[in-house]
């Protein structure tokens, strides 16, 4: 079997300012750097400002070991900011527009990279300004259509739309999205009948190969065509929430990646993001008895 996948987490990049410190953010980025320390070559791709905090955020990049090729430079927009408070342990955002990241640009050299590719993640939130939008259109466009195409809803006020929603689901193959945003497109799409059920209209309505439901503490839900995994989540003290939706679409990539079943692929998805989620910030170094689960295949419910 392949162990050693392509992927790429298209979409923002940007500094998630906190009232006391500040750190690296952005769902495509954090999906990048867990894909990358559960042994894929990773990519996020996107675009900073020639600033101080853009030339920040590429030193930071390195630090983390994540390759930062196709990060892209504008000499016109600043590098991405978003004011994060927590509130309850849940972060609340300010997000900054007009923004480097609202302008990725699709050069040849990214279409070589899209058509490489073994899974490649986007969201909504990166789509939100036309450029940025066709750019990460045409990528997926190059993507193999044997490719995991994960669309991590990710979804942002004032920054979606039912059109912007029902077009990326049209592109992808596995949707993941949580149990605050399950009612959005239950209206969408008159959709009904339990969380379970409005899921499965969903994964046939747009014929995908997985969906993913995040329930926060209370766990999480994977189903395909034909098998379900209802997993009743595991305990953890959290420390806070950032970026732990992101580890959870990386691990639940690279267990669907390896071929586990969807046990399996929900058991370790959840054991990455509630370590993540009792650990400060986004891009917490993984343990190694977590990372040797996916890159030695020993993952299983005892």
Same mark, same amino acid.
């Given at each position: 079997?392949?162990?050693?996948?392509?992927?790429?987490?298209?979409?923002?990049?940007?500094?998630?300012?906190?009232?006391?410190?500040?750190?690296?953010?952005?769902?495509?980025?954090?999906?990048?750097?867990?894909?990358?320390?559960?042994?894929?070559?990773?990519?996020? $791709?996107?675009?900073?400002?020639? +600033?101080?905090?853009?030339?920040?955020?590429?030193?930071?990049?390195?630090? =983390?070991?994540?390759?930062?090729?196709?990060?892209?430079?504008?000499? $016109?927009?600043?590098?991405?900011?978003?004011?994060?408070?927590?509130? *309850?342990?849940?972060?609340?955002?300010?997000?900054?527009?007009?923004?480097?990241? +609202?302008?990725?640009?699709?050069?040849?050299?990214?279409?070589?990279?899209?058509?490489?590719?073994?899974? $490649?993640?986007?969201?909504? =939130?990166?789509?939100?300004?036309? #450029?940025?939008?066709?750019?990460?259109?045409?990528?997926?466009?190059?993507?193999?259509?044997? *490719?995991?195409?994960?669309?991590?809803?990710?979804?942002? *006020?004032?920054?979606?739309?039912?059109?912007?929603?029902?077009?990326?689901?049209?592109?992808?193959?596995?949707?993941?999205?949580? +149990?605050?945003?399950?009612?959005?497109?239950?209206?969408?799409?008159?959709?009904?009948?339990?969380?379970?059920?409005?899921? #499965?209209?969903?994964?046939?309505?747009? #014929?995908?190969?997985?969906?993913?439901?995040?329930?926060?503490?209370?766990?999480?839900?994977?189903?395909?065509?034909?098998?379900?995994?209802?997993?009743?989540?595991?305990?953890?003290?959290?420390?806070?929430?950032?970026?732990?939706?992101?580890?959870?679409? *990386?691990?639940?990539?690279?267990?669907? =990646?390896?071929?586990?079943?969807?046990?399996?692929?929900?058991?370790?998805?959840?054991?990455?993001?509630?370590?993540?989620?009792?650990?400060?910030?986004?891009?917490?170094?993984?343990?190694?008895?977590?990372?040797?689960?996916?890159?030695?295949?020993?993952?299983?419910?005892?």
């Amino acid at each position: 079997m392949k162990n050693n996948y392509t992927v790429a987490g298209i979409g923002e990049l940007l500094w998630d300012v906190f009232p006391t410190h500040k750190r690296l953010g952005g769902a495509p980025a954090n999906f990048a750097f867990h894909c990358a320390a559960m042994g894929a070559r990773a990519w996020p $791709v996107s675009c900073v400002g020639t +600033d101080p905090l853009g030339r920040e955020l590429l030193d930071e990049l390195v630090k =983390l070991g994540v390759k930062a090729d196709f990060v892209f430079e504008s000499q $016109v927009y600043p590098t991405g900011t978003v004011d994060v408070v927590l509130e *309850a342990g849940k972060p609340v955002y300010d997000i900054r527009e007009a923004t480097a990241w +609202d302008h990725i640009p699709c050069p040849l050299e990214l279409k070589k990279l899209a058509s490489r590719l073994d899974a $490649v993640c986007f969201g909504s =939130l990166s789509q939100r300004s036309g #450029e940025s939008r066709g750019s990460i259109r045409s990528f997926l466009h190059n993507v193999p259509s044997q *490719a995991l195409k994960i669309y991590d809803i990710n979804l942002r *006020a004032a920054f979606f739309s039912k059109a912007l929603i029902e077009d990326s689901l049209k592109v992808a193959n596995v949707l993941k999205l949580s +149990d605050e945003e399950l009612p959005e497109l239950a209206t969408y799409f008159s959709i009904s009948g339990s969380p379970l059920d409005q899921l #499965e209209q969903l994964r046939s309505q747009f #014929e995908l190969k997985v969906v993913a439901y995040t329930r926060g503490p209370e766990g999480s839900l994977l189903l395909s065509e034909n098998a379900v995994d209802d997993f009743s989540g595991l305990e953890g003290k959290a420390v806070d929430s950032v970026g732990a939706g992101d580890s959870f679409t *990386a691990a639940m990539c690279m267990g669907l =990646l390896k071929g586990w079943p969807l046990s399996e692929v929900n058991l370790f998805a959840s054991e990455v993001s509630t370590y993540v989620c009792m650990q400060a910030g986004a891009t917490p170094k993984l343990p190694s008895d977590l990372i040797s689960k996916v890159t030695t295949d020993t993952v299983g419910r005892t």
